[in-house]
């Protein structure tokens, strides 16, 4: 079966600092990995996804996302985070229907 | 723009009463789906249409139900509403299989 593991609930960092959330997927099947964000009393939305080809990704608003299949991996990064990244980051992998992870809350400290 | 929308954003009900969410969306997309969102633990699939008329289980389906009777239109059912069913409600869209979702705002509904 498949799953989706995000390995931290809450990840906070400093105004500029380097944003890193870890995802881990276990799939018999090759993934369709996704990271979706929410904003407070909003639903998800697309930063980028991986389907195949190139295995780095570039998302909307400076993100980006690597997929290492020998680590089964798909984290996501930001050089350098602004308040307005606070939210919450979804990780999910697509096959008939789509698995998320727990999630991870991201703060910004000023 | 896809546009995915939930009949309302925050809904308050009283244990036993039967509660419908409505979702509808307006790109014709084939499949359709319903989350429930609680902290800590992500979204969970609670069902899923890839067409009129038919659904399928997804990992939460218990004391819910669902119907589509239209493309565009999936509605999550929930029976007897109890209080362990508070919780924040998504509805999602997505066209081709392995492409992305798109998400409905919630719905915020309260069990008394």
């Known amino acids: 079966a498949q799953s989706v593991t995000q390995l931290g609930s809450h990840v906070s960092v400093s105004e500029g600092a380097l944003v890193l959330l870890r995802c881990n997927y276990s799939s018999s099947v090759p993934p369709y990995l996704f990271w979706y964000v929410q904003y407070p009393n909003q639903g998800l939305q697309l930063l980028l996804k991986?389907?195949?080809?190139?295995?780095l990704v570039k998302g909307i608003n400076g993100f980006e996302a690597e997929f290492k299949k020998s680590e089964t991996s798909f984290h996501l990064t930001k050089p350098s985070a602004h308040m307005s990244d606070a939210a919450e980051y979804f990780c999910?992998?697509?096959?008939?229907?789509?698995?998320f992870g727990a999630g991870t809350r991201l703060t910004v400290k000023p | 723009d896809v546009k995915v929308t939930q009949s309302s954003r925050y809904l308050v009900k009283r244990t036993g009463e039967k509660v419908f969410l409505e979702c509808v969306q307006d790109?014709?997309?084939?499949?359709m789906f319903w989350y429930r969102q609680d902290p800590g633990l992500g979204l969970r699939l609670i069902y899923f249409?890839?067409?009129?008329?038919?659904?399928e289980k997804g990992d939460i389906p218990e004391g819910y139900s669902v119907s589509r009777e239209k493309k565009e239109r999936f509605s999550l059912i929930l029976e007897s509403a109890s209080t362990n069913q508070t919780s924040m409600y998504l509805c999602?869209?997505?066209?081709?299989?392995?492409?992305?979702?798109?998400f409905g705002p919630g719905t915020r509904l309260t069990v008394l």
């Open positions: 991986y389907t195949t080809g190139a295995t």
């Open positions: 999602a869209s997505r066209g081709r299989s392995y492409n992305e979702q798109f």
């Open positions: 249409s890839y067409d009129v008329k038919m659904k």
């Open positions: 790109m014709d997309h084939e499949n």
């Open positions: 999910a992998n697509n096959n008939n229907d789509m698995r």
